[in-house]
């Protein structure tokens, strides 16, 4: 099945420590994006990466990095930078067909909680 | 910066009623609205898209309309049922040049059927 994996589904941090949220995609799409929800609220992109080995910072970039090595895979680190880590990660990929974008289609989150 | 204002934030109508849910766009530019379902704890489902050389599009109970002199569009689901319970995002874009394209949500609305 074609699809948007992201791992793990719940995650559960100390203060003060990095943590990696995992993002694959196998639709063969080449943009990727990172969004963060917080309850009650829309989302609001963190970073996105149009194609391999190149990204570009969202509007809440702060606090966070991304890599993009493979077309597949799109990692997020939430660094102890990032001030109010506590919500809900959205990994999200799209293609663009005959110079139209298309809709972004998401993987299923990952829920952060710094205790 | 462009933005995405949607209303009403939460809604409630009887099963079987119909759901309208409205939302403007600041950007004249923005040329792709797509809508997505969200269920709790999931990811952001898209449902239905418009583009901005179409006025009306339709897909069973679910159609969106789009005003580009108003810039406005709106989603209408028809003859509501349970499964239509959750929370839908509206969004515009305007296709980058490359494969990525940003995309501006709203702030959401929680419909909820009533039975």
């Known amino acids: 099945d074609g699809g948007i994996t992201q791992s793990p589904k719940y995650l559960f941090r100390k203060e003060g420590q990095n943590v990696t949220l995992s993002c694959e995609q196998n639709?063969?799409?080449?943009?990727m994006y990172w969004y963060r929800q917080d309850p009650g609220q829309g989302l609001r992109l963190i970073y996105y990466?149009?194609?391999?080995?190149?990204?570009q910072k969202g509007d809440i970039a702060e606090g966070y990095s991304v890599s993009r090595e493979k077309k597949e895979s799109f990692p997020l680190t939430v660094t102890s930078a990032q001030k109010n880590p506590t919500a809900f990660y959205l990994c999200?990929?799209?293609?663009?067909?005959?110079?139209?974008?298309?809709?972004?289609?998401f993987g299923p989150g990952t829920r952060l909680t710094v205790l | 910066g462009e933005n995405v204002e949607q209303h009403p934030s939460t809604l409630s109508v009887q099963e079987g009623d119909s759901a309208v849910i409205k939302c403007t766009y600041s950007?004249?530019?923005?040329?792709?609205f797509p809508w997505y379902k969200q269920e709790l704890g999931k990811g952001p489902q898209l449902i239905i898209d418009?583009?901005?050389?179409?006025g009306e599009k339709k897909d069973q109970r679910i159609a969106v309309t789009l005003n580009k002199t108003a810039k406005h569009f709106s989603l209408h689901i028809t003859e509501t049922q349970p499964e239509d319970s959750a929370v839908y995002f509206c969004?515009?874009?305007?296709?980058?040049?490359?494969?990525?394209?940003?995309?501006?949500f709203g702030s959401g609305t929680r419909l909820s059927i009533r039975p």
């Open positions: 999200a990929s799209s293609i663009v067909i005959g110079g139209r974008a298309t809709g972004q289609f």
């Open positions: 639709l063969n799409h080449d943009a």
């Open positions: 990466s149009q194609i391999v080995n190149d990204f």
């Open positions: 950007d004249s530019a923005s040329n792709y």
């Open positions: 418009i583009r901005s050389n179409v």
């Open positions: 969004a515009a874009s305007t296709s980058w040049e490359s494969s990525a394209s940003k995309i501006i």
